[in-house]
């Protein structure tokens, strides 16, 4: 079927493929639906606020999520808990802690997570720019909340031994198991994340 495509199609379709939880049929569904009628009314709006989102969202200074100022949100309200900061791999992450509404502290957000395989280090993790954040900063808890897989548990790892090496007065602490293994953080329920945040141990 998809050498039936016109050369447009097949790309759009391509691109859309290479999206997070779409895969190629899917991909196809959507690039037929924005096109399909005399109205590209839906597919234009969607261009031009994915163009202006690339154009105006940046990286907090600070954390690292995804913002339209220099700092994020979180990092500017004066009524976070500043002594504690939350270790996510994700802005999608993030969003899911602040939905459980169990945590009031800031976060840092690594990006990714270390991947011998996609060649993605410490460097790449921001682990200097977090190690500079806790020696700058009253932090006393940092809260590691990667996904709970091997990747995610070997993230944890490192960040907590460069943590008790460099800060051996701030406690680090894991999300508990609440968090079913091999599963990734931004598909997981907010109440099981309550929880995991309410039940976090010892790194």
Do not use: W
């Not at 989102?53 to 979180?74: F, K, W």
């Not at 900061?85 to 899911?96: H, N, R, T």
């Not at 790449?124 to 940092?142: D, S, W």
Request: hydrophobic share 40%; glycine share 6%; proline share 4%.
């Amino acid at each position: 079927m998809a050498n039936s495509l016109s050369p447009r199609i097949r790309k759009l379709s391509e691109a859309l493929s290479r999206l997070p939880g779409i895969g190629p049929l899917s991909a196809q569904r959507i690039a037929f639906h924005l096109l399909s009628g005399e109205d590209r009314s839906e597919a234009r709006e969607l261009a031009h606020l994915i163009e202006d989102a690339a154009d105006s969202v940046r990286h907090c200074e600070l954390c690292n999520t995804l913002c339209e100022d220099t700092l994020c949100s979180t990092c500017s309200d004066p009524k976070r808990e500043r002594d504690k900061i939350c270790v996510v791999e994700s802005p999608a992450d993030q969003q899911v802690i602040e939905g459980s509404l169990a945590y009031r502290g800031l976060y840092f957000v690594l990006g990714g997570r270390l991947s011998p395989v996609e060649d993605r280090g410490p460097e790449e993790i921001g682990l200097e720019k977090l190690m500079k954040r806790l020696e700058a900063e009253e932090v006393k808890e940092v809260i590691l909340a990667t996904s709970f897989t091997a990747e995610g548990d070997a993230t944890a790892h490192y960040i907590a031994l460069a943590a008790a090496r460099h800060h051996p007065g701030i406690r680090v602490t894991r999300l508990a198991r609440g968090i079913p293994a091999g599963i990734e953080l931004e598909y997981t329920d907010v109440a099981t994340v309550a929880h995991a945040l309410l039940g976090r141990r010892e790194a």
